[in-house]
């Protein structure tokens, strides 16, 4: 079945330090990847995600690359901010069955 | 900025009570969703529900488990006789035409406690 495998956290780090959270996945055919994200206090919000093998999902800062050779979707951001405290879900999709699979999620602090 | 919102934010309920929560979706969206995550598990699907029934569900979703959209706003997860291991967080969740790409929205979630 489809699974996601994502860093078990949580990760605390400085303000301007590289952030890294991996995430693997097991399905079969080609799924969609993606990153959620959820701010203390919110929903689970869309972050960026990735549709084929190759392509770079961005925004905010963030940047994941789907990896069909290794199958992940590791998250980046080359300099962290307080304000992106928040928990970090890696998600699969396939449109056979219209349902995300999540991983874990990984609590993220950002210390000024 | 539309937004998918939940009520309650936290119930407290005695094993074999009945619970309903409540989601009004975004407006315009068809595709609606529960997930839930138990405390420092993966966020789970529960069911999914389009074009006034029920499209797929889960495992877990079984008899104790119903979902309703009883008017043109409200969508309802309900559960008939809590049990302890129903405790979690349950996310509502909407989709309009990004339901074919895995574009959810989500609500900030009713976290449900079951002594």
């Known amino acids: 079945g489809n699974s996601v495998t994502q860093m078990e956290g949580p990760v605390t780090l400085s303000e301007e330090a590289f952030l890294t959270i991996n995430c693997t996945y097991t399905a079969t055919g080609y799924p969609s990847l993606f990153w959620y994200v959820q701010y203390p206090g919110e929903g689970l919000q869309l972050l960026l995600k990735a549709t084929k093998a190759d392509d770079k999902g961005s925004n905010k800062g963030f940047e994941a690359t789907y990896r069909k050779e290794t199958t992940s979707f590791h998250l980046e951001k080359g300099s962290v901010q307080v304000s992106d405290s928040a928990v970090y879900f890696c998600?699969?999709?396939?449109?056979?069955?219209?349902?995300?699979?999540f991983g874990a999620g990984t609590t993220v602090t950002v210390r000024a | 900025e539309p937004e998918v919102t939940q009520t309650p934010s936290h119930q407290v309920t005695q094993m074999g009570q009945e619970v309903i929560l409540r989601c009004v979706p975004i407006?315009?969206?068809?595709?609606f969703y529960w997930y839930r995550q138990i405390l420092g598990q993966k966020v789970e699907f529960l069911v999914s529900f389009y074009n006034n029934e029920i499209s797929e569900k889960s495992e877990i979703f079984d008899d104790q488990f119903s979902v309703e959209r009883p008017d043109g706003s409200n969508f309802t997860l309900k559960i008939r006789s809590t049990k302890l291991e129903d405790s979690a967080m349950y996310f509502c969740?909407?989709?309009?035409?990004?339901?074919?790409?895995?574009?959810?929205?989500f609500g900030e979630g009713s976290r449900l406690t079951v002594l």
């Open positions: 969740a909407s989709s309009g035409r990004g339901a074919r790409t895995g574009e959810l929205f």
């Open positions: 998600a699969l999709f396939r449109s056979n069955d219209y349902k995300l699979s």
């Open positions: 407006s315009n969206h068809l595709y």
